[in-house]
Nanobody, 119 residues
Framework: QVQLVESGGGLVQPGGSLRLSCAASGSIFSINAMGWYRQAPGKQRELVAAISSGGSTNYADSVKGRFTISRDNSWNTVDLQMNSLKPEDTAVYYC?????????????WGQGTQVTVSS
């Protein structure tokens, strides 16, 4: 069993900052890519940012220059620093990880954390 637990969401004014954190735990042998997705009401879930085990990153065009993803392979954590937040960043943010357990690779998700950008 693998669990991903997110923290750090909340309400922030436009132009503000938030930092999301996600910790993976359980029967983990190795983690490949980790990432953050978001889903706004009435919209499909979309990739926000991803990071490989080697540190290569990928961002959605809408967040480039404002969001920064980072990870700590020793602690199996991934963070998302979000700056210059806009109302359109409002969504539930989900942590995702590609994890190798005792016998196979699997795609795991956190429970989601709400981010609301509003004045």
């Amino acid at each position: 069993q693998v669990q991903l637990v997110e923290s750090g969401g909340g309400l922030v004014q436009p132009g503000g900052s938030l930092r999301l954190s996600c910790a993976a735990s359980g029967s983990i042998f190795s983690i490949n890519a980790m990432g953050w997705y978001r889903q706004a009401p009435g919209k499909q879930r979309e990739l926000v940012a991803a990071i490989s085990s080697g540190g290569s990153t990928n961002y959605a065009d809408s967040v480039k220059g404002r969001f920064t993803i980072s990870r700590d392979n020793s602690w199996n954590t991934v963070d998302l620093q979000m700056n210059s937040l806009k109302p359109e960043d409002t969504a539930v943010y989900y942590c995702n990880a590609d994890v190798y357990t005792s016998s196979r690779w699997g795609d795991y998700w956190g429970q989601g954390t709400q981010v609301t950008v509003s004045s």
